[in-house]
């Protein structure tokens, strides 16, 4: 009798992209993914607060200003929600299915908007973690580190004439603390995360993302060790 047991396939790789306004995350996740599919791999591209239809819904409501006007803790709790259903519905069946998900921003970004600037306590955003993710991390974090200054006139030429959002429309010192939140990140967890300049050319951004994915996440010794 035939053998008719599948292997399933290896499991997709997770990165995320987190940085400041105007760092230029959706223009560089759009040239990896490019690349990553001339390489022949599937990829899908996401975001937060959003990417799944539950979380899309929590993302108007957190971007318009509603969370805030509730507190830093509650806000935190929307943020949760809408992670839960993004991993559930979006991020996990993707990746046991082989797909790399390249995802504008994730947990970090939590971390540094709630704990670090709206003083969440690391026990309430540990406890949301446990619940969203569990032990899922991305398998790479890139940070785009830019000058605050050039990081908020960047925001304001795409933005043009619409309404700021309800972090875009934070002064100049909210956004210094952002920045240094995410160094911090970077700082602590340097086998995960890699932090870029993105105050350069995209396409020289885009080349140290992409030297620094090769060597971490598409060398075969690295393979080899991730699927033992």
Known sequence: MADTHTTPPPRGRFVSFEGGEGAG?????KILADRLEAEGKRVIVTREPGGSPGAE???HVVLSGMGKLLGPEAETLLFAAARDD???AVIAPALEQGIWVLCDRFSDSTRAYQGRLGHVSPELLNAMERVTIGR???DLTVILDIPVSIGMRRA???RGNDVPDRFEAEGIAFHQGLRDAFRQIAADEPQRCVLIDANADPKI??????GVL?????TPSNHE???A
């Open 25 to 29: 995350k959706s223009t560089q996740i």
């Open 57 to 59: 819904i929590i993302r």
């Open 86 to 88: 993004h991993v559930h």
């Open 136 to 138: 899922l991390k991305p």
């Open 156 to 158: 304001a030429a795409r």
């Open 205 to 210: 951004v885009s080349n140290n993302i992409w």
């Open 214 to 218: 090769r060597r971490r996440l598409l």
């Open 225 to 227: 060790v991730t699927s």
